[in-house]
């Protein structure tokens, strides 16, 4: 495969349930990031990992917990999620150094909590 | 902080021209970028300004002014699958991640 993969594609998950998102890229690439875009609203960053280090988390509840094993693999794990946490959640990769590189986004998981 | 707005819809006709503007207020402009997303899909990458003045990549152009806050994104000889969220995202220096604008809906008509 190439570029930015997603799994699931789609999920359903009630309140009390434990589920984890996977994004994995095939680009070489150093930093990766977790989004959430919401209908009518921005794509509001979550999450930020450089060489497998965290450097951003932009105010996520912890509900939320992001891991990443390695700089091709990217996990966000999910429990007791709130049905305003039903929205897209996109990937995405870039090279990592001072200059600005463009970002290369995966399909997303489509997230509906019910 | 930052502070990004694009028009929320547009409607152009096939075969026409259409400019969508950005404007931006950051603490420290490090590039602007323009995005194209069809619905159901992901992002993909359009072009990049960082400098003054006019990009062009084939059909679509991306313009930039630094001291106005202001970007736009022009797109030549429109076809219908241009139909698309054309979203507007600045970098901002000392953070690696972008910010979003809420995106412009392109309704291109026959």
């Known amino acids: 495969e190439t570029g930015v993969t997603q799994t699931p594609r789609h999920l359903v998950m009630g309140m009390t349930n434990k589920k984890s998102l996977k994004c994995e890229q095939h680009?070489?690439?150093?930093?990766m990031y977790w989004y959430k875009q919401s209908a009518k609203k921005p794509l509001e960053l979550m999450f930020v990992?450089?060489?497998?280090?965290?450097?951003e988390n932009n105010s996520v509840p912890s509900r939320f917990s992001p891991e990443c094993p390695n700089s091709s693999h990217l996990f966000l794990h999910l429990h007791t999620l709130q049905p305003e946490d039903s929205a897209l959640y996109l990937c995405?990769?870039?090279?990592?150094?001072?200059?600005?590189?463009?970002?290369?986004f995966g399909p997303g998981t489509r997230l509906t909590v019910t | 902080g930052q502070n990004i707005d694009q028009p929320t819809e547009m409607t152009a006709t096939e075969g026409a021209i259409v400019q969508i503007n950005c404007t931006y207020q950051t603490s420290g402009f490090n590039g602007l970028f323009w995005y194209q997303q069809h619905a159901g899909e992901a992002p993909t990458f359009l072009s990049y300004?960082?400098?003054?003045g006019l990009e062009e990549k084939g059909r679509f152009s991306s313009f930039l002014s630094r001291s106005k806050g202001y970007s736009y994104l022009l797109l030549k000889e429109l076809q219908m699958k241009d139909s698309a969220s054309y979203l507007c995202?600045?970098?901002?220096?000392?953070?690696?991640?972008?910010?979003f604008g809420s995106g412009t809906r392109l309704q291109v008509q026959p």
């Open positions: 990992y450089n060489f497998k280090e965290q450097t």
């Open positions: 300004n960082v400098l003054d």
């Open positions: 995202a600045v970098s901002d220096t000392g953070r690696r991640a972008l910010t």
């Open positions: 995405a990769s870039s090279q990592a150094s001072d200059a600005v590189y463009e970002q290369y």
């Open positions: 680009l070489g690439h150093n930093a």
